[in-house]
């Protein structure tokens, strides 16, 4: 192995969640197009797939790959947002300033799960003079997101990781 390459998402609304991805999130669309055919049917494991694909790409990191099925269908999982259903659970973001971009997507319309925390260095340590602080949101169709920010320790006030926002 010497990378992730993508992260796929299955979509109902495509246009939906590329406005969110894109405007919202900032990833950069950077392709679009459909598939079909006897080698997608193979790949999948279905028959008669037709699905609309959209690239977005970070500055940095795998791209995300939104898929819209037009054929067949099916009905999306129950509880897909819920942080302990086994399974793939969520993508994380990494940001520069989690303030900030905390910030931007509350303009958006964006909720959050919590206020953002700090991960306690007897939980994880990055390195002795890093933390990381996180929070969970969800994109429109129930994914569940998250981003985090891993900042030096001496420039973390009490107030960070606990209060850093309001939780919407």
């Not at 609309?52 to 939104?66: A, C, H, N, S, Y």
């Not at 997507?105 to 919590?114: D, N, P, Q, T, W």
Request: overall charge negative.
């Amino acid at each position: 192995m010497t990378a992730i390459d993508h992260v796929n998402i299955v979509v109902s609304d495509l246009e939906g969640m590329v406005d969110f991805y894109a405007h919202v999130l900032g990833l950069r669309v950077t392709n679009r197009g459909v598939i079909a055919g006897g080698w997608v049917d193979a790949v999948v494991g279905l028959t008669d797939v037709e699905a609309e694909f959209v690239f977005l790409d970070p500055p940095l990191g795998p791209r995300v790959e939104l898929l819209h099925y037009r054929r067949p269908s099916e009905n999306p999982a129950a509880r897909l947002g819920r942080a302990n259903l086994p399974g793939l659970r969520h993508i994380a973001f990494k940001v520069s300033s989690i303030e900030a971009v905390l910030e931007g997507l509350r303009g958006a319309g964006v909720e959050f799960v919590s206020e953002v925390q700090m991960v306690p260095a007897t939980q994880l340590e990055i390195a002795p003079e890093i933390r990381k602080l996180l929070v969970y949101f969800h994109d429109p169709e129930g994914n569940l997101l998250e981003l985090c920010e891993y900042r030096p320790a001496a420039t973390i006030s009490d107030k960070d990781g606990q209060d850093t926002s309001r939780a919407s």
